[in-house]
């Protein structure tokens, strides 16, 4: 079981920036592949951004959705328990409710399907005004 919360939403400005942080409980964090995910009114809720699980020499791999390539940047602290997701140049298209996911499957290229994450956290809001 794992318990994931949120945290680091606000209101801001377009070209802004935020750090969201998730942080799990369990001793089991360094297993999981984390994921991001956002979703506006009345929209999906759609990929964000994921990283892999911790292996031996600690090199994850990340992936993207197209929308926020080169803006946003995902990354974990597992002696933290608690992943984060870095968004610079914050557009109002961004604003959305942000939702951390844990994926407990032992994949080497993390997953981009909301159906492969298992766990969520309740979510933070991101408003970017223009």
């Known amino acids: 079981q794992v318990q994931l919360v949120e945290s680091g939403g606000g209101l801001v400005q377009a070209g802004d920036s935020l750090r969201l942080s998730c942080a799990a409980s369990g001793r089991t964090f360094s297993s999981y592949a984390m994921g991001w995910f956002r979703q506006a009114p009345g929209k999906e809720r759609d990929f964000v951004a994921a990283?892999?699980?911790?292996?031996?020499?600690?090199?994850?791999?990340?992936r993207y959705g197209d929308s926020v390539k080169g803006r946003f940047t995902i990354s974990r602290d597992n002696a933290k328990n608690t992943v984060y997701l870095q968004m610079n140049s914050l557009k109002p298209e961004d604003t959305a409710v942000y939702y951390c996911a844990a994926d407990p499957q032992p994949r080497t290229i993390p997953a981009m399907r909301r159906e492969d994450y298992y766990y969520w956290g309740q979510g933070t809001q991101v408003s970017v005004s223009s």
């Open positions: 990283i892999s699980w911790s292996s031996s020499n600690t090199r994850y791999a990340t």
